[in-house]
C-alpha cells in the first residue's frame, strides 16, 4: 500500500511517478534495464532473497538501528520533542549499506559477474564494496583522480575490502566523468554486468529498487514510535541529495497525512548566490542520468555547477519520486545553509555527543530552527543519515579548533 499515494502506483508500469522518472535512455541501455526490473521483481519477492536480505540487515548492518531522544538537546530548544533515527550507526557509518546490501544480492541472484559503480567522495564507492565482497561478487568502482587525491581514506579503504579502483583521468576527473567512464565499462556487456546506482535515481527501475530498499528505515521508525510513545511522530526529516535516506523514511508514512514529511537541501552559501544544491526548491523538471527530475540548468539546458559543503549532497538533479512528492504537496521541502550546517554538526556534537555527518547535518539544522516554535509534546524524528567521522577534519579546520 506504501507504493500507492491517492491510488496511484508509485511507479507506474513504466517506472514514471507522475511525469518524473522514466528511461530516457537508448535502445540498448532501455533492454539492460527492462531486464533488471523483471528480475528484481522476480527475485523481490522469494523468501530465499528476503530471508537472505533480513538475516544481513539483522547480523550484520545491526538492524533495526536505534531510535534515540535527544533528551538534552529537546529540552535546551525548549520546544517540540527530537528523536534520532540513527542509521549512522550501521556498519559502514550510513544508510547507504541498506540499497548496496540489496543491490549486491541482486547481482548475485541474477548471476551477475561484475558490479560496476562510480562514486564521488568514496562513500557509495565504500557501501558498495563492502555489500559486494560479503556478497561474493567482484566490484569495480570507478572514481575521478581529482576525487582519488581527495579522499585518501575512502580509496584505501575500497582498495582494502577487495575492490578494483579504476581512476578517471578524462574531463575534470571528478563524479560527471566517473559516471561516463562507468557506464562506458558496464555497456560492454550489460547481460553479465550490472550498474549499481547510488541513490534514488537513473532510470527505471532504481529510484523503484534503492527506494525499496531504504525503506526498511520508514518502517522501523513507524514500530518504534508506537512502541515509545504510542502514535506516529508528528515529524519526519531527512536530508536530500538524491533522495535515497529521504524516501526510506518516508516512505511508511505516505498515506498517513497526519505525519508531516520534511526534505531538507542545501542552501550551500545562500539561495540567492550560485553556490548552492537546492534542486526542489529552485530548479525546474527537466531531465539528467536517464530520467526525468527536477534538474538545476541553464538555458540550454546543461546541468549547472551546484555547491554543499556536504559532498553527499551536491547534486544538480533529484530523485523522480521527490520530484512527484513536491508537486503533491506531500512533502514539504525546506533548505538549511552551510553555515547552519556547520551550528548543527558542532550543537548535536556537544550536547548529545553525537557526531554527525554534513549531510546529516541539514535535517539537523532544520530541527534546530523549527522545534523552538513547536508544542513541547510534538515529536520530530530526524534521520540521522551518517556518522561525522569522514568530515571532522575539515569541520575542525574550518572552525578553527
Ligand atoms: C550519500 C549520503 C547522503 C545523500 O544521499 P541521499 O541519496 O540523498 O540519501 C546523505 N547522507 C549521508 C551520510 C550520505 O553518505
Redesign the pocket.
Known sequence: MEHHINGIALPNEAGFFGEFGGQFIPPHLKEAMDEINTAYEEIRHTAEFQNELNDLFKNYVGRPSPLFYAKRLSEQLGGAQIYLKREDLNHTG???INHCLGEALLAKYMGKSKVIAETGAG?HGVALATACALVGIPCEIHMGQVDIEKEHPNVVKMKILGAKLVSVTQGTATLKDAVDSAFEEYLKDPKNYIYAIG??VGPHPFPKMVRDFQSIIGNEIKTQANERFGQHPDYVVA????????IGAFTAFLNTPEVKLVGVEPAGHGLDTDKHSATLTLGKPGQIHGMACYVLEDEKGEPLPVHSIAS??DYPGVGPQHSYLKELGRVQYETATDQECLDAFMTLSRVEEIVP?L??SHAVAWALREAPKLDKNIKIVVNL??RGDKDSDYVAEKIGL
Open positions: 550510513a544508510h547507504k562513500q541513490s534514488v536530508c536530500v541529495g538524491g533522495g535515497s535516506n529521504a553527499g549532497l555527518a549531510e546529516s543519515s551518517g
